[in-house]
């Protein structure tokens, strides 16, 4: 059984079609790559995914481990193991980094059934994968992502999915807004995390992150469907001919 | 024509009310007198209503209506239930000074160990005994100011010597045991120079309390350079009616934080007013309102700088869920000698449900031209994408919302100067958190 299963999906925001009947199989162990031109409906399947308010889906389904995903409130997705990488994270002032890192990661072992995380094992957890990213210890006292950098927000996100081990990883345009450095932490610290248990899904516009983070799997998207799959060099071959000759083949 | 509209629904008219409450005044002539007249200008201006501006968002006469006949002095039985009451408000290492019903209770107070320079007496005292008519006497012109001192029984005169410091804070506490009746009470706080201070105010019902009237007034004089913190929690019963008004004469280089939290009561109004009379005084005004159900929350500050240099800074949060109505009025007044003056106010609303209502007045009355002064309100819901952040993380819906809720009003509650308060505070807003679960 796939970890992550789409089966034809149909997605409306405010009536208009965006994907038109999607289907995509992720296996645990396998990093997916979804590439695909501005407007192709990349980030609808991330949000729809990770279950983001404001968009119907009309037909089909999403299975995470053989559990239909659709039925599930955001929270529960995230304690099943399912986790969005943001394409622009959020500043929340006013809740410590540190904080809202305990508060969510307890509330997931909770929603679990499993026992919530002392305060020396969290902090000693903590300290350890900021230090592996780069992340001054500062940064975890300050308000989530307030006055963080394009890159630093970008690994706040890595910290956290380092943090909740989910199962299911999706990296929503990690790429965007970042210089190469930054770039490559960032794809350090996520194939840092690249397990057999684990399947991630990197949704990229450019080949440039697929450097750093080498997919087992590319997935052409145009127009609300997957119109091509096949291996890493299928991100080459994008790079080197655009994305037109899909655009007219959907 | 405002006489007649004051009468009340069930026949009793505020006047009846009064005459009634004779026997509990000053027995003191001179004093019965400016009572009489007190009474007298408010029989004149009536219950406030909508057309009048200061009053214009929480009408009297639509939400009160009625005067309520005083509640009678407490009994053992009340004093017991305002005595248990008082055990859940208690702040650790406070000096408290209890008035139950508007009566000063000595024994449940700690009259004796206030601190070194500190003299406590009743205001029923002070007035019989040494006339002192000026502490029913202020500049303004409010109705409710004006029925207060003419029905005020008791309340704390508490004088502060120069110099002064006190280690403990002084806890003032209003605890209501009756029902449908109301109580009237008068502070009057003198601050010498140099003294520093932390006062805290309370307002709370004792168990079988309900549908009661309080009306206070504070009168507050701030000496020279002192230094103080003055937290007010007024955290009365759902059915309560709670307007309090508090005017503040502030000396020269004077330092005072300033914080309430309203959090229940079915209508309730603090009017501060406060007076800069003494240059180079630094002023942190800051409120929060949490409001559910159908109550009715205001908080009205005037900001009046008669003398050059003083700072003024105010930040307010309101939290409004269900069909509450949150009101913040601020008024900054720069006298035209009032130069070089610094005076800024931010307001800002969350409304938790459809029906919640949020009215944010600032205004600039500026007289001086060389001062910075600015305002900012803001009213909307709570924000979906930070809050779907949240939910993708595991957060559950609820504890997500209280989370951004505890983060807005802390923006308020940060500015309490002192942390063991800070704490008392965070923790009475966490309890209106987690009840709204």
Known sequence: MPLLEVKDLHVCV???????????????????????????????????????????????????????????????????????????????????????????????????????????????????????????????????????????????????????????????????????DALRIAADGVNALRSPKRAMVVITHYQRLLNYIVPDVVHVMSRGRVVKTGGKELALELEAQGYAQFENAA | MNVALAKTGTGSTASAVFAAARSRLSGNAEIAELCRQAFETYERLGLPHRRIEEWKYTDLRALVREVLPLAPAPDAAALARAGAAIKAHAIDGARRLVLVDGVFVPELSDVAAVGAGVSVRELSDVLETDAR?????????????????????????????????????????????????SAFTRSHLSIGNGARVTLVETFIAAEGAGAYQVNDAVILWIGDEADVSHVRLMADASDAVNITSQVVTVGARVKLNFFNMTSGGAVSRLQGFFTLAGEGSELSINGVNLLKDKEHGDLTLVVDHTVPGCTSRETFRAVIDDRAHS????????????????????????LLSDEAEADNKPEL?????????????????????????????????????????????????????????????????????????
């Open chain 1, 14 to 180: 405010e009536d208009r079609e965006i994907l038109h009947g999607l289907s995509l199989n992720v296996n645990e162990g396998e990093v997916h790559a979804i590439m695909g031109p501005n407007g192709s409906g990349k980030s609808t399947l991330s949000h729809v995914i990770a279950g983001k308010p404001g968009y119907e889906v009309t037909e089909g389904e999403i299975l995470f481990n053989g559990e239909n995903l659709l039925e599930m409130d955001p929270e529960e997705r995230a304690a099943k193991g399912v986790f969005l990488a943001f394409q622009y994270p959020v500043e929340i002032p006013g809740v410590a980094t540190m904080t809202f890192l305990r508060t969510a990661l307890n509330a997931q072992r909770k929603a679990r059934g499993e026992a919530e995380y002392s305060t020396p094992d969290f902090l000693k957890k903590v300290r350890e994968v900021a230090k592996s990213l780069n992340i001054p210890q500062d940064m975890l006292k300050r308000g989530v992502n307030v006055g963080f950098s394009g890159g630093e927000k970008k690994r706040n996100e890595v910290l956290q999915m380092a943090l909740f081990e989910p199962s299911l990883c999706i990296l929503d345009e990690m790429d965007s807004g970042l210089d190469i």
């Open chain 2, 327 to 350: 009101v913040f009025q601020g008024r900054i007044i720069v006298r035209p000698d009032a130069q070089k003056t610094d005076g800024k106010m931010m307001t800002r609303a969350l």
């Open chain 2, 365 to 437: 009355e500026i007289f001086a031209d060389d001062v910075a002064c600015g305002h900012g309100a803001t009213t909307g819901a709570i924000d979906e994408s930070l809050l779907f952040y949240l939910r993708a993380r595991g957060l559950p819906e609820k504890e997500a919302q209280a989370l951004l809720i505890q983060a807005f009003v802390g923006e308020a509650i940060e500015q309490i100067a002192n942390d063991a308060l800070r704490e008392t505070v965070e923790d009475a807003a966490q309890r209106w958190l987690e009840a709204r679960r």
């Open chain 2, 133 to 181: 008519g000026d502490l029913l006497q202020t500049a303004s012109t409010d109705a409710m100011i004006s029925l207060n001192a003419a029905m005020a029984t008791d309340g704390v005169v508490l004088t502060i010597a120069d110099g002064a410091e006190l280690a403990a804070p002084i806890h003032l506490i209003h605890v209501a045991t009756a029902a449908s009746a």
